[in-house]
């Protein structure tokens, strides 16, 4: 078989992004937290926020990423951002069923901004479901990225268990 | 005439070579650009028919003090919703052509015709 | 073959021809007409008073069309899980 | 009651939320996740009937998604709809009650079906949001909100299609089935961005209200009608139908059915609820007629010379598409005119109808059957099996209820459905009928054909230790049949008391415009 590892680059490079993937993360973090005031949102923060990943397998090269990476922290993320988004949804119905589904529960109108206290979100589910799909969007899209780089260092159909789900012919 | 709305012709040329490209092309690879494009086609559209004259982005403060008027935002969120959904359909359709080559060895569509008749 | 080729380049041109016709009696690029703009005057005008949202964009995304939003976010997670699914270790179980 | 207000949002949250939950649940263990598939299966099924009684009972029924109040569709001061809405009148809730008994079928036959393979997680979960695309299809009130819905759809059934991935030609399938509804998704996309350009607005009874026949209109609505034709599996682009519903595992080929009338669903939706009199040419209607007439014709020859189970009833759907599209456009054709609406216009929107019901139900049918031939035969070949009745008796017998259903034979649903579309087809041009008969008469004979190979015959000895499929496939099957031989004993009341209504409530374009934006005009 062949090696259908990535390679690494070369030392400059790798130091380069290693700082500078992280200053990608808090960027993304930035663009996530703040969608609801500045341009951008909860998708292109987590976007943001997915691009460590592929920058990181490009210049550390498959094996090291492999060997360092651990994959449940993505899917912790998705499923935390999933659940965060459709429950701040559903909880707009409220206890007694008096809402609707996506009904902005935690909104304040601005007049009355000055009543409420200061880390209360005033832009209410805007900003909380943005801050659930930045968490969902940077999980969903590292764990494609992950899953894509695996299947190309999978080999052919014989290799790695693949080749027998078939259906169910008796050949 | 022409030149105030080029925006939308540029739009249809470009939905257009994405559509040829779908029909036409035998490379696997080269139809899913050609989808991305027709897909890209769609969204410029929309951004375009949003556009006001004189328009700033619809961030209130931020706008700058000699604009009155806002580019309009509904447009500005479908095309964020269609692009995310583009990029999933696209990530599917590179899996699948990453499995196809694996079967049948080959990108081109004129080889991959087990399913006749 | 050859002419299941001409067929589709004639049915493009038809295509495009009719999207030519229809994007010159659109209104002109930059003009939209004010009944048009109706919904997003409505959004821009209350977005800052009843959702204390600045970011217009955003508050339609999540909140007035925070339905799209779920479903945006569910064909990311279908898309994933088709790729995952495709991709999956293990042939046939015992 | 105020949770009967929300149905028509638990219907879509529903199996969202239990999709999102799935491989959660997965990871615990494979008896639980088929415990709570099958319980949330269950439990949108007894939803969506819920909400089918309330909408007969109460008439149609709004959701505005985020609004302080369910049934608030205008903001004050304000006569555009600015939210999502949902929109359920007897039609939507008719073909969704028909989608949901294919999902629970498919659900519990899914069980055992697909057991001994991996990647059951994704499977069920991505089963679920297929569910979910599909009723959030039909529900729907709001364009984009369609289009969004479409592609959880398409994207889940590319997932599903290809579940043996290691079979060439799934992925193949599904690959072309991606590529077609790529090409239809972005057709609907650029559709309703001229509607948003030249109208401004995104709702469905909004757009009902301004629409005017212009040119942009009837662009769109050529548009729309390529791009759902497509993914209904009409003649010229039908080479992905029999592929993939050939090729997909038959728990997801069924609800693949399904997918493809909730197209057809909202192809109706905007010729007659939508459009209605603003088409203002007989050109559409005759379109659909002559595209169902060949899809009718051609389906049906097509399938004849079929050697493969699930290939054969593939273009069999070919054809009965066929049937609802020709009923369609002999409705279109009358609409506007009172004399001719009650002469034949109604019996038609009726008939196609009450056909596309019962092709979810007796095609699903078919389709599990042939996947529970597959499953004991090993083998997908109709030339390899034979004398199977008398080792598997009650596939025999519920096989043999759906190609009766399919043929149009007297005592059952199909019958009836057909029957109104030779009925009111017949007056608008004898060759119509001609066409639809003869296609009857090709389809009975193909079933025959089947019927015979697969069950009668002799016994073959590799068939000697075949047993009768597992209990919870024929519960699946038993569930579609159910529903079948309830509709043929009850002729007249399903007609009037579901079809007939649904019928109306499609062609009445101002209340369905009026049910949002309030009764003035």
């Known amino acids: 078989m062949k090696n259908r590892s990535m390679r690494p680059l070369s030392v400059i490079a790798r130091t380069a992004c290693d700082m500078y993937a992280w200053f990608m993360v808090a960027f993304g973090a930035y663009v996530i937290v703040h969608g609801d005031i500045t341009p951008g949102g909860g998708f292109q923060g987590g976007a943001i926020c997915a691009t460590f990943l592929a920058l990181m397998l490009v210049t550390q090269g498959s094996a090291y990423v492999s060997a360092w990476l651990n994959e449940n922290f993505y899917k912790v993320c998705l499923f935390l951002g999933l659940f965060m988004f459709i429950g701040f949804g559903l909880m707009g119905l409220g206890w007694a069923m008096d809402g609707t589904l996506m009904l902005n529960w935690a909104a304040v109108a601005h007049d009355q901004l000055a009543e409420v206290k200061p ?7 805007v900003a909380l479901m943005d801050i659930a799909v930045g968490i969902e969007v940077t999980g969903g899209l590292s764990l494609i990225l992950v899953t894509m780089f695996r299947a190309i260092r999978l080999g052919t159909v014989q290799e790695d268990g693949m080749g027998k789900e078939t259906g169910h012919d008796q050949r | 005439m022409i030149s105030a709305n080029l925006p939308y012709f540029v739009v249809v040329v470009l939905f257009l070579i994405g559509l040829l490209g779908v029909l036409l092309e035998t490379n696997m690879i080269k139809i899913g650009i050609a989808i991305d494009v027709m897909e890209s086609a769609a969204n410029m559209f929309l951004i375009v028919l949003g556009f006001r004259e004189g328009g ?15 580019v309009l935002p509904t447009p500005q969120a479908l095309t964020l919703t269609a692009i995310v959904i583009a990029l999933a359909t696209s990530a599917l359709m590179l899996s699948l052509i990453v499995v196809l080559y694996r079967h049948y060895g080959t990108l081109d569509v004129r080889e991959i015709r087990r399913l006749r008749g | 073959m050859k002419s299941v080729r001409t067929l589709f380049v004639i049915a493009a041109i038809v295509m495009g021809g009719a999207l030519m016709g229809a994007v010159s009696s659109l209104h002109p690029f930059g003009v939209p007409s004010p009944e048009g703009c109706a919904v997003d005057e409505h959004y821009l005008n209350r977005a800052g008073v009843d959702l204390s949202c600045e970011n217009v964009v955003t508050s339609i995304v999540f909140d007035y069309r925070g339905f799209d939003t779920i479903g945006e976010s569910t064909v990311l997670f279908a898309a994933l899980l088709s790729v995952m699914m495709l991709f999956r270790k293990g042939g046939r179980k015992q | ?3 009967m207000n929300h149905l028509p949002a638990l219907t879509l949250a529903l199996p969202l939320l239990a999709a999102f939950a799935t491989p959660l649940i997965a990871a615990v263990s494979a008896k639980a996740r088929n415990r709570w598939v099958t319980c949330v299966s269950a439990l949108v099924t007894l939803v969506v009937f819920a909400l089918l009684h309330r909408v007969l009972v109460h008439g149609t029924q709004i959701y505005v998604m985020g609004a302080p109040s369910w049934n608030i569709s205008l903001p004050s001061g304000f006569a555009i709809p600015v939210r999502i809405i949902l929109e359920v009148d007897a039609f939507n809730a008719l073909a969704a009650c028909a989608a949901a008994l294919a999902q629970l079928a498919g659900t519990i036959y899914g069980l055992k079906f697909v057991k001994k393979f991996t990647g059951l997680e994704f499977y069920s979960a991505l089963f679920l949001l297929l569910t979910a695309g599909t009723m959030g299809m039909i529900l729907t009130g709001d364009l984009f909100n369609f289009f969004v819905f479409l592609e959880i759809s398409s994207v889940a059934s590319f997932g599903l299609i290809a579940f043996w991935r290691d079979r060439p030609e799934s992925v193949e399938a599904s690959y072309k089935y991606m590529l077609v509804s790529q090409l239809a998704a972005q057709l609907v996309l650029i559709g309703l961005a001229f509607i948003y350009g030249r109208y401004g607005v995104l709702n469905m ?18 548009f729309i009608l390529v791009a759902l034709g497509m993914k209904c599996g009409a003649f010229p682009m039908h080479m992905w139908m029999p592929d993939s519903y050939a090729e997909a595992p038959a728990s997801v080929t069924v609800m693949l059915v399904a997918t493809s009338q909730a197209s057809l669903v909202v192809l109706c939706r905007f010729c007659f609820s939508l459009y209605g009199t603003a088409i203002g040419s007989a050109a559409v209607p005759w379109a659909l007629i002559v595209m169902g007439c060949l899809s009718m014709f051609g389906g049906v020859s097509m399938a004849v010379v079929q050697h493969e189970v699930k290939r054969l009833m593939g273009y069999h759907s070919v054809s009965q598409v066929g049937y609802m599209l020709t009923a369609f456009g002999v409705g279109l054709l009358a609409l506007g005119d009172a004399a001719a609406m009650n002469d034949y216009g109604l019996a038609a929107v009726s008939g196609g109808l009450y056909h596309m019901i019962n092709y979810i139900l007796y095609k699903g049918l078919l389709f599990l059957c042939a996947g529970a031939l597959y499953y004991v035969a090993g083998s997908r070949d109709l030339d390899k099996m034979g004398g199977l009745a008398r080792r598997m008796p ?14 149009g034979l007297p005592p059952f649903n199909g019958f009836v459905s057909k029957w109104m579309i030779y009925e009111s087809v017949y007056a608008v041009h004898p060759i119509l009928m001609v066409v639809a008969l003869v296609s009857s008469v090709l389809t009975l004979a193909s079933f025959v054909k089947v019927y015979q190979t697969a069950f009668l015959g002799p016994e073959r000895s590799q068939f000697a230790a075949v047993r009768e499929v597992p209990k919870s496939m024929i519960a699946g099957m038993a569930v579609l049949a159910a529903a079948i031989l309830v509709l043929s004993l009850f002729p007249s009341w399903t007609v009037n008391t579901l079809v007939r209504p649904a019928a109306e409530a499609l062609v009445d374009k101002a209340s369905y415009g009026a049910a949002v934006m309030g009764g003035a005009l």
């Not at chain 4, 301004?210 to 009837?218: R, T």
Request: a positive charge.
């Open chain 1, 119 to 125: 880390w209360w979100p005033p832009s209410g589910t």
């Open chain 2, 56 to 70: 700033y982005i619809p961030v209130k403060f931020l706008m700058p003090a000699g604009t009155e008027n806002f």
């Open chain 4, 1 to 3: 009651m105020k949770l």
């Open chain 4, 205 to 222: 009874a909004a757009f009902s209200r301004a629409v005017q026949p212009d040119l942009i209109s009837k662009v769109v609505l050529v």
């Open chain 4, 394 to 407: 009650v596939t025999s017998v519920l096989f043999l209820i759906a190609a009766a259903a399919i043929s």
